[in-house]
């Protein structure tokens, strides 16, 4: 096993050509030549995990405990059921364990009461008239069997619970060291193992409406988007394995001071969306120059907040970059104050007033390493400070 953690240097290391490849676009980290033969050091990037390569793991750990990275992971699918899921994974020294065992604990509560049923349309060639028939297929036909047919049926073959089908497989053929997580994983398939397979469950996921039938199953589908996104599938053979999960650390916790914000101040995804990409926030009045702040809350018409979130430690003067994007958000906005939210850095909140034109650009940083309710009091902080609607 290749042991690394994310943004520290290694020792001396041999790599294979295929390990390299692996830590250089999975893992987005610097290899250089030691000048001793074939020796290199590696440097990963923000993201952590394991993967498989010839049989021989490489394993890129966080700086943070994995329970917290599991926690902002659950906090960000469902800010209000994440309580129920945290004594799955308090303690987890291992990533994919501990996925597997938040996506576990979220199926399990979410199909207590059963599965997901609703009506469907299904087309079919059958011997007989059941619904309407499709006459404009009909009228090509020169029989007059099989029948065109469109009709309804009521039961549990529907997108959502093919997408937890489609988690589920991912996480059969995951490296799971915990026995009775992999039975409990088996489990829940058997369960599920009768609804089609889907090809490429993401898009399917995005088309998704929320409605009072389906409200319950939003988390677990939270999960199984992580699940299915951060997953590298090996298909040979007719046969899936997973030969490795990581996750992006800076997108995990983007999500969840978002999230945690928008609860913070009880505002909807309309007012305080998931991504600002598109939506015609510019730097110059020509609409050139797009801008796309990671936090940004617009009520009425009306600018009222705008952030941006850098999932690592405020070094002070090396960070002068980070600084002038915040105050093109401020300018692009018109607001007279924006903030930038740190993973580390000094405890003591830090403030620059831009000269000239009397912005105020805000710095603030979240201790991570302070147990979960510590973390979301922090950012409730920042939220009324900083978010005024």
Known sequence: MLQLTEWATSGPLTLSSAQRHVLETRFEAVVRATGKGDEVTVRPGGVVGSVSVGGVPIVVRPKIPIDRVLFMTAYAADPFRWEENWSAIAGVDDLEDGMAALFVAACRRTLQRGLLRSYRTIDADLPMVKGR?????????????????????????????????????????????????????????RSLEHVRPLRDPLPDLD???????????????????????????????????????????????????????REAVALSET????????????????????????????????????????????????????????????????????????????????????????????????????PPLAVLRQVGGIARESVRV
């Open 133 to 189: 028939v499709r006459w404009n297929v009909q009228a090509r036909r020169r029989a007059p069997l099989p029948v065109a047919s469109r009709f309804q049926v009521h039961d549990d073959d529907i997108t959502e619970n093919r997408i937890l089908r489609e988690a589920l497989a991912v996480l059969r053929h995951s490296r799971l060291t915990d026995p009775a997580l992999a039975a409990g994983v088996d489990r829940l398939w």
């Open 271 to 370: 007012e305080f969306p998931n991504s600002w990409r598109g939506r015609g926030l510019s730097l110059a009045e020509s609409g050139q120059v797009p801008l796309v702040p990671d936090l940004g809350v617009r009520v009425g018409g009306q600018w009222r907040f705008v952030g941006d979130v850098k999932y690592k430690r405020d070094a002070g003067p090396s960070h002068e970059a980070d600084l002038y994007q915040l105050l093109a958000y401020a300018t692009a906005t018109g607001l007279p104050e924006a903030t930038l939210v740190y993973a580390q850095g000094p405890h003591t909140p830090i403030t620059h007033d831009v000269r000239h034109s009397g912005e105020r650009l805000h710095l603030r940083h979240l201790d991570l390493l302070v």
């Open 207 to 261: 088309t998704i409406t929320w409605t009072r039938q389906n409200e319950h199953y939003r988390q677990v589908l939270g999960l199984a988007r992580v699940v299915l996104e951060n997953s590298m599938v090996d298909l040979a053979g007719g046969t899936v394995g997973t030969v490795g999960f990581t996750l992006r650390l800076h997108d995990i916790f983007e999500r969840f001071v978002r999230t945690a914000l």
